[in-house]
């Protein structure tokens, strides 16, 4: 039986089902018995979900005149 | 990072198709897709702006010159990061700095080992995010800016596998490539930063949880 503490471990592994088929019996038996480390997985899903959706409000860049330039010159490698 | 995209946009097939033809329209299209990311992921390598900046710069010439040679074994963007990473790498090495990305961030605990008792169960449980949807918007862009914060507080090579693996959503395999690291790092390196990601929303959401901010020693 795994403990709350191997649970915190693992956890990342589990949710990205980066673990063989018997560890993650191990852990899914764990969480069925275990409602704190069932709010802890549920806490580390939220915060990749977090990660994935998050809208990086950074300005639109622009290329600049000398990247404009070197694209401009550059030979047609597809002919 | 993540954009949405609008469906006028080139795939990145096309996209390659045309920069090889030297293509302005596509060369600005992946350059307003990317640059903001690779800046950020520059930083991993360099930490000073005018430095990651000019890292940026020369991985875009770098791009325009060798977009001839790509032929698509990897995605578009994993292979502008791995030239990134490449550049940056050498950039750091040359100015004297000593890259932690092999002996850093390994061994702390993904939860604060107080909260466990002798027997590892927990002493101080985490609560319930019953109200955290991270898609709403209002709460979600507020809890987004509180995780970059805590991500720059990560040692390097933590913050470089969350931003690729999390944020710019590539594979293990492109992430591990890109950095030079090993399968089992790769996953250490993503829990162990992520980890703490979490336990500083959890402070936010709940002050006396026990949860630490900031980075765990
Ligand atoms: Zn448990």
Same mark, same amino acid.
């Given at each position: 039986m795994l403990t709350c503490r191997e649970i915190g471990e693992r956890a990342s592994d589990y949710l990205d089902n980066d673990m063989n088929w018997?560890?993650?019996?191990?852990?899914?038996?764990?969480?069925?018995?275990?409602?704190?480390?069932?709010?802890?997985?549920?806490?580390?899903?939220?915060?990749?979900?977090?990660?994935?959706?998050?809208?990086?409000?950074?300005?639109a860049s622009e290329p600049d005149a000398e990247l404009i330039a070197l694209l401009a010159t550059r030979p047609d490698e597809t002919k | 990072m993540k954009r949405h995209k609008p469906n006028a946009e080139m795939s990145d097939e096309l996209l390659v198709v045309a920069l090889k033809k030297g293509d302005e329209a596509a060369f600005r299209q992946i350059f307003a897709?990317?640059?903001?990311?690779?800046?950020?992921?520059?930083?991993? /390598?360099?930490?000073?702006?005018?430095?990651? &900046? @000019?890292?940026?710069?020369?991985?875009?010439?770098?791009v325009i010159g060798g977009i001839g040679r790509f032929e698509g074994r990897s995605t578009l963007r994993s292979w502008i990061f791995s030239v990134l990473a490449n550049i940056a790498r050498t950039k750091a090495k040359r100015d004297g700095r000593i890259l932690s990305f092999s002996d850093m961030g390994f061994n702390d605990p993904a939860v604060d080992p107080d909260r466990f008792s002798?027997?590892?169960?927990?002493?101080?449980?985490?609560?319930?995010?019953?109200?955290?949807?991270?898609?709403?918007?209002?709460?979600?862009?507020?809890? /987004?800016?509180?995780?970059?914060?805590?991500? &720059? @507080?990560?040692?390097?090579?933590?913050?470089?596998?969350?931003?690729?693996?999390?944020i710019e959503g590539l594979s293990a395999p492109d992430a591990c490539d890109i950095l030079g690291i090993t399968e089992a790092n790769q996953r250490i390196l993503l829990h162990r930063g992520r980890s703490k990601i979490r336990a500083a929303i959890e402070v936010l959401m709940d002050p006396d949880s026990g949860g630490q901010v900031g980075p765990a020693k």
């Open positions: 018997r560890n993650r019996v191990s852990v899914r038996l764990h969480l069925m018995m275990c409602k704190h480390c069932r709010a802890y997985v549920d806490q580390l899903a939220k915060t990749v979900q977090l990660l994935r959706n998050g809208i990086f409000t950074g300005d | 897709r990317e640059n903001a990311a690779l800046l950020a992921f520059a930083r991993n /390598f360099v930490r000073e702006s005018a430095a990651a &900046e @000019e890292a940026v710069q020369d991985t875009w010439v770098a002798g027997d590892g169960t927990w002493l101080s449980p985490p609560g319930r995010w019953s109200e955290i949807n991270p898609e709403r918007i209002v709460g979600g862009r507020q809890l /987004f800016a509180h995780a970059m914060v805590v991500m &720059e @507080e990560l040692p390097p090579n933590q913050r470089a596998v969350v931003q690729l693996r999390d």
